[in-house]
């Protein structure tokens, strides 16, 4: 039984309005690099269970690091609104639901790469994306910059986004990755 | 010149490189910083060159890595192929990785593009 509301409610609406069949893991919740290990692990565990192939788990391992780690390091603090990340199934095919709050400056550069890649044809994103693997310039904290390319490219850009504005510039981000 | 030998981690590979030519990075590779990771890596890689091997094989057995990873390896591979041509040294790098995983298949040859140069693709 989930005690928390507004997780049940969550649930509830992917369940019924994203047609998500089966919930294969489920995080609520603040996150850091620890959780995001584990996470992985847990996530490969269960959909080896399942019966996923390996080029399959290795492609949702990959992309799920992306989002872990970008809510890791762009999540803000809010007292009603936590982070969330949440994988399952929908006709089948693996599929990310996530969300965090992030800042304006955030906010402007998520939506500036995210229509940036997903306006390119789907010829062009493998090019693009070795491009931006081999000039993106790594930052003091080892950040490439480049985990939103990555998402965009290796989902084939199965992908859907919002951004709704919170108050005193903060945003909520919400996002869902199709995995096929 | 020492071996560089540093054990896994939940978040690093398992990194072996020896003076003598043989270098191995195995393992998951998604450290929070690469930086202070890989630093140490490119620092024996610094010493290594005035001492290059005739034959450098690298073998890159990964199960999964994070975007800044991948930026490291190739900056790494690109620095070896350099040094490797400049000082006529035969540069083999071997893409270890299990023949159903098609996902590290492409990770592969994504690499491969991004570097310049062909890999050996060995299944486990």
Same mark, same amino acid.
């Given at each position: 039984?989930?005690?928390?509301? $507004?997780? %049940?409610?969550?649930?509830?609406?992917?369940?019924? &309005?994203?047609?998500?069949?089966?919930?294969?893991?489920?995080?609520?919740?603040?996150?850091? $690099?620890?959780?995001?290990?584990?996470?992985? $692990?847990?996530?490969?565990?269960?959909?080896?269970?399942?019966?996923?192939?390996?080029?399959?788990? +290795?492609? +949702? %391992?990959?992309?799920?690091?992306?989002?872990?780690?970008?809510?890791? %390091? &762009? $999540?803000?603090? &809010?007292?009603?609104?936590?982070?969330?990340?949440?994988?399952?199934?929908?006709? &089948?095919?693996?599929?990310?639901?996530?969300?965090?709050?992030?800042?304006?400056?955030?906010?402007?550069?998520?939506?500036?790469?995210?229509?940036?890649?997903?306006?390119?044809?789907?010829?062009?994103?493998?090019? %693009?994306?070795?491009?931006?693997?081999?000039?993106?310039?790594?930052?003091?904290?080892?950040?490439?910059?480049?985990?939103?390319?990555?998402?965009?490219?290796?989902?084939?850009?199965?992908?859907?986004?919002?951004?709704?504005?919170?108050?005193?510039?903060?945003?909520?981000?919400?996002?869902?990755?199709?995995?096929? | 010149?020492?071996?560089?030998?540093?054990?896994?981690?939940?978040?690093?590979?398992?990194?072996?490189?020896?003076?003598?030519?043989?270098?191995?990075?195995?393992?998951?590779?998604?450290?929070?910083?690469? =930086?202070?990771?890989?630093?140490?890596?490119?620092?024996?890689?610094?010493?290594?060159?005035? =001492?290059?091997?005739?034959?450098?094989?690298?073998?890159?057995?990964?199960?999964?890595?994070?975007?800044?990873?991948?930026?490291?390896?190739?900056?790494?591979?690109?620095?070896?192929?350099?040094?490797?041509?400049?000082?006529?040294?035969?540069?083999?790098?071997?893409?270890?990785?299990?023949?159903?995983?098609?996902?590290?298949?492409?990770?592969?040859?994504?690499?491969?593009?991004?570097?310049?140069?062909?890999?050996?693709?060995?299944?486990?």
């Amino acid at each position: 039984m989930i005690q928390n509301e $507004q997780l %049940k409610k969550m649930l509830n609406e992917l369940s019924c &309005h994203e047609c998500v069949s089966d919930f294969l893991f489920v995080l609520y919740g603040k996150l850091d $690099q620890d959780i995001t290990i584990s996470a992985i $692990q847990l996530i490969e565990r269960k959909m080896k269970l399942e019966g996923f192939s390996k080029g399959m788990i +290795t492609r +949702t %391992k990959m992309i799920s690091i992306e989002i872990l780690q970008n809510i890791v %390091k &762009h $999540q803000e603090k &809010h007292d009603r609104i936590l982070p969330y990340f949440i994988l399952g199934t929908r006709e &089948h095919q693996p599929t990310i639901f996530s969300g965090n709050v992030v800042n304006e400056g955030d906010r402007e550069q998520i939506i500036t790469k995210l229509n940036q890649f997903i306006a390119l044809e789907k010829g062009e994103i493998r090019d %693009k994306y070795i491009d931006a693997i081999e000039n993106a310039d790594l930052s003091e904290e080892g950040n490439a910059g480049i985990g939103l390319y990555d998402i965009v490219f290796r989902s084939n850009k199965n992908i859907k986004y919002n951004i709704d504005s919170l108050n005193d510039n903060l945003y909520t981000f919400d996002l869902n990755v199709s995995v096929n | 010149m020492k071996k560089l030998i540093i054990l896994p981690s939940q978040d690093s590979p398992e990194v072996r490189f020896d003076p003598a030519g043989h270098l191995s990075i195995s393992g998951i590779s998604v450290p929070e910083n690469v =930086n202070l990771f890989y630093q140490e890596i490119f620092e024996w890689i610094e010493e290594f060159k005035s =001492n290059m091997p005739s034959e450098v094989i690298l073998d890159l057995k990964l199960e999964y890595m994070n975007t800044s990873s991948v930026k490291m390896i190739v900056a790494l591979l690109k620095e070896l192929h350099q040094y490797c041509e400049a000082e006529q040294s035969k540069f083999q790098v071997n893409w270890i990785c299990d023949q159903d995983d098609e996902d590290l298949i492409e990770e592969g040859e994504l690499l491969e593009e991004s570097v310049g140069i062909k890999f050996n693709l060995v299944y486990t």
